[in-house]
DNA sequence: CCAAAAGTGTTCCGTCTACACCCATGG
DNA sequence: CCATGGGTGTAGACGGAACACTTTTGG
């Protein structure tokens, strides 16, 4: 016996990575098919075993530069899975991450030599095990804290316009929104500031592109949208 | 080898209970002494290892009727914690979940057999590890849901006053409410229901109980509170 | 008769919602 | 010149917050 709990079973632990991206107006899933027995061929998320040097939250950093390429994520744990038989090969208990990303940011080679793809979330296949839940559970959560936690800006380039931006409100909401009365509250944040430049790829009239400031948000605490 | 993550090391799984109730008009949380090495003799929350056979929610499901010789509890996970060196013995991952009792249910003796004691939250001592962090985590919880779920009624007595049932939000939200405002809010919910029962203990003009009734908060989908 | 808790409505203010038209430009 | 997306304001509804007095009864 080597240490205080010998006499106790350890098991497995992974983690898997919900990762979104926000491309033509809808918010996309990565996923890719399963490349190891059991379930070679399905459509699953993006995992790894935790390994015993390197905490939670590091192995889901690992998992997700792995993958992206990408580091200093926005990532949020949204809970451990842990059915006997949720993995048909043995047992594991896994933790899922979501984080998100600018889709222009992803390498699309990285991408390929993954194998994994860009799915609309309502177009999602049946996922390997219980993935499929851990999505749900994260869209969930997502939509409970974008109201309250600046999560968008993590979807979009540095700079972007407030059409850009609605869209992936009405993306993560899954319902349109006013376009004057988004507006009305983008403009009642001191933390999305205008600058300078305008987008001029999206529209003939050009349209002022605007940018989120890390530093003003965190002076003002707790915001509505 | 016996199965198919074999090079992959395992690691011990525990789960920790943060059980909340509600006594004095003050939320308590459930806590004792550690009983084991390392860290025998400080205060800790209830927890045990996940064991092969039973998943996450069976092993925090029966944790917590082993220290409490209580079944269907309101459960919710907390999340995963798993720092590296948190556990001071040996590496431990564990996951949190959060039970809401009715102190009144729960025997003394058993509560005494345990030694654990019900320690008002905002008197907490330093406890063992995370678990103070896991504790701050189950309250941001309660506070976020106790306005979308009908989380309240597991801290009370089946009947219960409307002066009771304001000082759960009161403790879980650590601020006064406007009796008028909060009567006329919950007058408004068809899911509290009054009853024929009045409670003359804490008042000599007597108060009228209420009572839970959980179809008809099936029935209307989604309240604020 | 008085202390202690129960019970009860109204007004005000701010926030959310609904809603339609003109602007600038590239092709 | 027209199609496309960008940009703007107001009025009414609704919900939340503030606020004080009367009732009942046990001791």
Same mark, same amino acid.
């Given at each position: 016996?080597?240490?205080?709990? /010998?006499?106790?079973?350890?098991?497995?632990?992974?983690?898997?990575?919900?990762?979104?991206?926000?491309?033509?107006?809808?918010?996309?899933?990565?996923?890719?098919?399963?490349?190891?027995?059991?379930?070679? /061929?399905?459509?699953?998320?993006?995992? /790894?075993?935790?390994?015993?040097?390197?905490?939670?939250?590091?192995?889901?950093?690992?998992?997700?530069?792995?993958?992206?390429?990408?580091?200093?994520?926005?990532?949020?744990?949204?809970?451990?899975?842990?059915?006997?038989?949720?993995?048909?090969?043995?047992?594991?208990?896994?933790?899922?991450?979501?984080?998100?990303?600018?889709?222009?940011?992803?390498?699309?080679?990285?991408?390929?030599?993954?194998?994994?793809?860009?799915?609309?979330?309502?177009?999602?296949?049946?996922?390997?095990?219980?993935?499929?839940?851990?999505?749900?559970?994260?869209?969930?959560?997502?939509?409970?804290?974008?109201?309250?936690?600046?999560?968008?800006?993590?979807?979009?380039?540095?700079?972007?316009?407030?059409?850009?931006?609605?869209?992936?409100?009405?993306?993560?909401?899954?319902?349109?929104?006013?376009?004057?009365?988004?507006?009305?509250?983008?403009?009642?944040?001191?933390?999305?500031?205008?600058?300078?430049?305008?987008?001029?790829?999206?529209?003939?009239?050009?349209?002022?592109?605007?940018?989120?400031?890390?530093?003003?948000?965190?002076?003002?605490?707790?915001?509505?949208?």
């Amino acid at each position: 016996m080597t240490g205080f709990y /010998g006499e106790h079973s350890k098991v497995f632990v992974s983690v898997d990575c919900i990762v979104f991206g926000f491309d033509n107006d809808k918010l996309k899933l990565l996923i890719g098919r399963r490349q190891m027995d059991p379930g070679r /061929g399905e459509w699953s998320l993006y995992g /790894g075993f935790v390994r015993e040097d390197e905490s939670l939250v590091e192995a889901a950093n690992r998992v997700l530069y792995t993958l992206t390429g990408l580091t200093n994520l926005y990532m949020k744990q949204v809970g451990a899975f842990g059915a006997i038989d949720r993995d048909p090969g043995e047992r594991v208990i896994t933790v899922a991450y979501c984080a998100l990303i600018n889709v222009k940011d992803y390498d699309e080679n990285i991408r390929k030599d993954h194998g994994v793809e860009w799915v609309s979330i309502d177009e999602m296949p049946k996922l390997y095990s219980d993935h499929n839940e851990m999505v749900r559970k994260a869209i969930t959560l997502l939509r409970r804290r974008i109201g309250t936690e600046p999560l968008s800006f993590n979807l979009l380039p540095e700079l972007f316009t407030l059409t850009q931006l609605q869209h992936v409100y009405e993306a993560i909401l899954g319902e349109e929104i006013d376009k004057r009365n988004f507006r009305k509250r983008v403009k009642s944040l001191d933390f999305i500031e205008k600058t300078e430049h305008i987008d001029k790829v999206t529209s003939k009239r050009g349209a002022i592109l605007y940018r989120f400031n890390k530093e003003m948000y965190g002076a003002d605490t707790s915001f509505r949208l």
